[in-house]
Structures are given as structure tokens and as C-alpha cells.
């Protein structure tokens, strides 16, 4: 089965921070995404990567940031945290082809104050 | 724009009340139409994918159909663990588009 694991299931920061959060998976999947879910909006993804060190822009990149430097970590960075950046954070892998399923972890409920 | 719709929004069912939810697409050049279980607090959990008007999936009380327009997940005697809020995508040729989803709450 794969196995995508975020660092965080919970975390409060305060406005101004810089925020890391992390994503791991197991199965040498060459996409990653990530994702933030609000109520009555459902997914909107924020960044996506093919490869290490490769990013894509989704459809609300501003205020964050990627990294891939390794194939299994995708790492989302909130460079200045704000209060409208409070969310679940998402992050899914699949495997390269268009029709592949994404495989996501359980989320981070992030607060910010 | 690709687009998702589902109904209903939510859906109430006794315990071995058959029923179904609707996924409505509009997408250009369907690559794939994923449907997904989310638990409460928890991602969303894989549950099939259809790539062709007529096919259709089965696993153990769900069933997944898909024509032109639409796909539907027919859930048969529903038990109270079915109770989750479950997810349509669509996959075009720029990227993978979500319904906000339907909550379906199965009661004993």
C-alpha cells in the first residue's frame, strides 16, 4: 500500500512565522502535490512537482513555497504566515501517466493566530 | 474551465437503504475519473478509478458507473462505517479537478 506521511497532524503558529511542513511517501512516486482544504471549496492545489528540484505553480501559490530536494520529500514553506492561511494542508504522490490516481496523507490542521 | 459537481451535498441513509451520488464533469479530454472516501480529520482514501463511458467498478457494498456527462457511486445496504464524505475528480489534460464532495451519514 502507499504510504504518505506528514510530519504534523496538528500545529498553531503565530502570524509573521515562517512554516514548514513536511511530506514523506514510500513508494517512489514521482509526482507530488500539495494541497489545502477549506469548507465549501474542497481541494485547491498550491504547488505540484514531477521531479527532485522540479515545482508547478497550482492555482493558489501565493504566499507559499516548495521544495523537492529528495524524490520522497516535498516540503511546503509559508513564508510569512497569515491568519487566511489558517486550513487542512494536503500533500498526495502518484506515479507518472496521466490517468494515476493521487495517494494523500492524512493532513495537517494548521491554525494560525 | 473542467468543472465537478456533486449531489447531493449530503445524504442521510438507514442502514441497508440503497442508494446513489452523483458526480457531474465538464472537462476537456478526460484522462481519468477518480473517486475518493475522506473519514473526518483524515486525507482522502483511494477508492477507484474509470477512464471510459461504460465501465464500471465494484468494491465489497460500492459501485462506480461513468457515461459522457457523469459518473455515479451506487452504495448497496449501506452499513454505519460507509458513513464518510466521498469525493469526485476529474483528470483533463492540464490537471485534476475536485467536487467539494457528498456527506453521507448512514444511520443504525
Known amino acids: 500500500d502507499v504510504k504518505v506521511t506528514q510530519s504534523s497532524r496538528y500545529l498553531v503558529k503565530r502570524t509573521g512565522e515562517k512554516v514548514f511542513l513536511e511530506c514523506v511517501q514510500d513508494?517512489?512516486?514521482?509526482?507530488m502535490f500539495w494541497y489545502r482544504q477549506d469548507p465549501g471549496l474542497g481541494l485547491r492545489l498550491i504547488y505540484f512537482?514531477?521531479?527532485?528540484?522540479?515545482?508547478e505553480k497550482g492555482d493558489i501559490p501565493e504566499g507559499y513555497s516548495v521544495s523537492r530536494e529528495k524524490k520522497e520529500r516535498f516540503s511546503l514553506i509559508l513564508e510569512s504566515a497569515s491568519t487566511n492561511q489558517t486550513s487542512m494542508y494536503l500533500c498526495?504522490?502518484?506515479?507518472?501517466?496521466?490517468?494515476?490516481?493521487?495517494?494523500f496523507g492524512d493532513g495537517t490542521r494548521l491554525s494560525i493566530l | 474551465e473542467d468543472q465537478v459537481t456533486q449531489s447531493p451535498e449530503a445524504l442521510r441513509l438507514q442502514e441497508g437503504e440503497s442508494s446513489s451520488l452523483n458526480c457531474s464533469y465538464t472537462?476537456?479530454?478526460?484522462?481519468?475519473l477518480f473517486w475518493y472516501r475522506q473519514d473526518p480529520g483524515k486525507g482522502p482514501e483511494f477508492l477507484f478509478t474509470?477512464?471510459?463511458a461504460g465501465e464500471e467498478k465494484e468494491k465489497e457494498r460500492l459501485k462506480a458507473t461513468l457515461t459522457k456527462k457523469e459518473s455515479f457511486l451506487h452504495i448497496t445496504a449501506p452499513k454505519p462505517e460507509d458513513s464518510a464524505t466521498y469525493l469526485c475528480?476529474?483528470?483533463?489534460?492540464?490537471?485534476?479537478?475536485f467536487g467539494i464532495g457528498t456527506k453521507l451519514q448512514v444511520i443504525p
Open positions: 475528480a476529474v483528470r483533463g489534460y492540464q490537471k485534476v479537478t
Open positions: 472537462v476537456s479530454g478526460l484522462r481519468g
Open positions: 474509470l477512464y471510459s
Open positions: 512537482s514531477y521531479d527532485v528540484k522540479m515545482k
Open positions: 513508494m517512489d512516486h514521482e509526482n
Open positions: 498526495a504522490s502518484s506515479p507518472p501517466g496521466l490517468g494515476q490516481p493521487q495517494h
